[in-house]
């Protein structure tokens, strides 16, 4: 059966149509959807219902969606009015006290309204950023740090158990040039003639990890064994470059649960044993004293090497263990970030996974497109401070962390984001997280001088069909959709529809207030006005939240 809504009053509306179609004895269509019709006069909600059941009983849809409508409760559903519409949509429109009415339910679950239970449960693996720490995470980092931190909060809210992880790519020729690089900066900042590795790092973050190393200890690393030393300078810089990646993303606001090594694959024979496995399920074989992944069979457009003819591993081949290691430690779903550049990784990683014998559906990728950065009108390609990329951590300090998460998230991921540094760190209503958190801070005032003027709410005193016209209705409907823009949003894995809905809400309540006289009125009327209010407030913090921006009290 299709996925019923959340929203108090379109739920009921929900359950009514169902009940409808069940007493006609047809069944329940897998696709059937309730939604507001493109334009507003045409209703509050329309059905494609008769549309999908045409199909299956093969009969006009016009005169299924004519019977269908006759069958409907109009009165127990609070309905005004019912229309059939070509070629068979039933167009719904709802009393206004229909809406105003689900107020009540609402108030009384507080905080915790718009917790929705999609998830029941399902144990899923985010894994995002993932960087190598041989650099300084840069801004297409920060978009995949709070995509990604974002959709966490926003699935756990829907009723997952949810892991955030990083995977630190700690073993390989990657961190060998990093330690390489670090060592001859290290020379080099001491008088001696050092090159760089031709494929090393050349970035000013390693130049200043030198020299940190210099304050502490010296010259002292000259004098040990070059095996000695190049070891350190692997542990060491590793352990400083991965301390600085958490160091930046905390100041983003982000966190996460497991840091999973790479080079933990190596020690526990992690490797081998997903080989073996593969080996087993007759997936591996040979060619060119090579050997292969037979991805064709499960989708993937050509074999993949995962041991090549020197005896080393592709770098294909610690990803399958990888993702092995996750789903053996229980998790029903994962969901990988990934940059634009790993788009044709992923038919092959669903191969591999379906190889093990796994389900590749367990498997869900999200393709994160490039971050533009423009001041002043134009694009800015290049950091002033290191004249590479600009970093995390540079945007983090010029717009923010509540600015650049917001930006950062309201587009969808699998989309080019423009990023207006000019707007980010303007304080006013052109900034929609301004706009946003402004519209928060407005009702706590609104409250503060509720308490001065001895006008505190109650929700016994107030009349809430009092608010079924005008903008007052327009924030009620608002309100009462919450549930559902974080289950939609949830499912699709896209949490710039919880930004939008957001700003929506922020601008409902800005019209609302500025045209309404909210204290100072009759009792029944203020009431109601201030607990509309309040349960606007209580959703802006919640949603905020989520985007894991804060909810001010005053601005």
């Given amino acids: 059966m299709a996925y019923a809504p959340q929203d108090p009053v379109r739920a009921a509306l929900w359950d009514g149509l169902v009940q409808a179609i069940g007493h006609q004895q047809w069944p329940i269509p897998e696709a059937m959807t309730l939604t507001p019709p493109p334009q507003e006069e045409q209703g509050d909600y329309a059905t494609n219902a008769a549309l999908l059941l045409a199909r299956e009983l093969r009969q006009p849809p016009m005169e299924i969606a004519q019977r269908l409508a006759t069958a409907l409760d109009r009165r127990s559903l609070g309905l005004a ?4 519409a070509p070629p068979g949509f039933i167009n719904l429109r709802l009393l206004p006290q229909t809406f105003t009415s689900a107020l009540p339910g609402v108030l009384a679950k507080g905080e915790a309204y718009g917790q929705v239970d999609l998830g029941q449960g399902e144990r899923i693996n985010v894994e995002f950023v993932s960087a190598n720490p041989t650099g300084d995470l840069h801004v297409g980092h920060a978009r995949w740090a709070a995509v990604g931190d974002s959709l966490c909060n926003l699935l756990a809210f829907a009723g997952y158990d949810v892991t955030r992880e990083y995977y630190i790519n700690d073993a390989g020729r990657q961190i060998d040039l990093m330690a390489d690089s670090l060592e001859a900066r290290y020379r080099q900042l001491l008088g001696q003639s050092a090159e760089i590795p031709p494929d090393g790092y050349h970035g000013e973050d390693l130049r200043a990890l030198a020299q940190e190393l210099i304050d502490r200890q010296g010259d002292v690393l000259l004098a040990e064994d070059p095996h000695v030393r190049h070891d350190f300078f692997k542990a060491w810089g590793l352990q400083r470059k991965m301390a600085v990646i958490r160091e930046d993303l905390e100041a983003l606001g982000v966190h996460f649960d497991v840091w999973f090594s790479e080079r933990s694959l190596y020690e526990g024979k992690e490797v081998e044993a997903a080989l073996d496995q593969l080996r087993r ?13 037979r991805t064709t069979a499960y989708g993937d457009d050509k074999d993949r090497v995962v041991i090549k003819s020197d005896g080393s591993y592709t770098y294909f081949a610690p990803d399958i263990a990888y993702h092995r290691n996750k789903l053996e430690r229980g998790y029903d779903r994962l969901i990988d970030i990934f940059g634009a550049d790993h788009h044709g990784y992923v038919p092959r990683l669903r191969a591999a996974i379906a190889a093990l014998g796994y389900d590749a559906q367990r498997l869900e990728v999200l393709i994160g497109q490039v971050v533009r950065l423009f001041q002043d009108g134009q694009e800015v390609k290049m950091s002033k401070r290191t004249g590479r990329l600009v970093t995390l951590r540079e945007l983090t300090e010029l717009v923010g962390k509540e600015s650049a998460r917001y930006f950062l998230t309201m587009r969808s991921i699998n989309t080019a984001l423009d990023f207006d540094l000019d707007l980010a760190r303007t304080q006013s209503n052109a900034n929609p ?13 609104l409250l503060r001088q ?7 709410f109650h929700a016994s005193q107030a009349d809430w069909s009092l608010l079924g016209e005008g903008n007052a209705l327009a924030v009620v409907k ?12 949830a499912r699709a894995r896209a949490p710039h529809r919880l930004n939008a809905y957001l700003y929506e809400l922020a601008g409902v309540f800005h019209a609302f207030y500025n045209q309404n006289r909210i204290l100072g009125q009759a009792l029944p009327l203020t009431q109601a006005r201030l607990g509309l209010s309040i349960l ?7 949603g905020l939240r989520i ?4 909810a001010p009290e005053q601005m």
């Fill in 547 to 550: 985007l894991g921006i804060t």
């Fill in 536 to 542: 606007v407030g209580q959703i802006l913090r919640s």
């Fill in 450 to 456: 509720a308490e001065q003027s001895g006008e505190t």
């Fill in 81 to 84: 009015s019912v229309e059939v």
């Fill in 478 to 489: 608002a309100v009462l959709t919450y549930p559902d823009v974080i289950a939609e949003a």
């Fill in 281 to 293: 399920r007759g997936a591996l074989y040979e060619q060119d004293q090579a050997v292969w992944l």
């Fill in 433 to 445: 997280v301004y706009y946003v958190q402004y519209a928060h801070a407005r009702i706590a005032s």
